[in-house]
Nanobody, 122 residues
Framework: QVHLVESGGGVVQAGGSLGLSCVAS????????MGWYRQAPGKERELVAT???????NYADSVKGRFTISRDNAQNTVYLQMNSLGPEDTAVYYC????????????????WGQGTQVTVSS
């Protein structure tokens, strides 16, 4: 069982910065990918950024140049530094982790955190 705990978020004025972190705990063999997604009111959940165990990174076009994702493999932690925030970034941000609970291929997991609110005021 894999458990994700997010921290950070809050309220910030437009142009400000916030940082998020997410720690994975529990019993697992390997985490392949960690990332952040967000869901604004009335909208579907969308990708923000992902990073795999080799530190290959994928960003949504809307956050490129403003957000930075990083990962500490030893601590099973993923971070998201958000700069130049705008009201359009207001959403609940969810941490995601994908990997294997054991050495067996069928033990794949795809877990989500509980979400943390980010509100950007104009």
């Amino acid at each position: 069982q894999v458990h994700l705990v997010e921290s950070g978020g809050g309220v910030v004025q437009a142009g400000g910065s916030l940082g998020l972190s997410c720690v994975a705990s529990g019993t697992f063999f390997r985490i392949i990918s960690m990332g952040w997604y967000r869901q604004a009111p009335g909208k579907e959940r969308e990708l923000v950024a992902t990073i795999n165990s080799g530190h290959a990174i994928n960003y949504a076009d809307s956050v490129k140049g403003r957000f930075t994702i990083s990962r500490d493999n030893a601590q099973n932690t993923v971070y998201l530094q958000m700069n130049s925030l705008g009201p359009e970034d207001t959403a609940v941000y969810y941490c995601n982790a994908r990997g294997y609970e054991s050495h067996l291929v069928q033990s794949v997991f795809d877990e989500w955190g509980q979400g943390t609110q980010v509100t950007v005021s104009s």
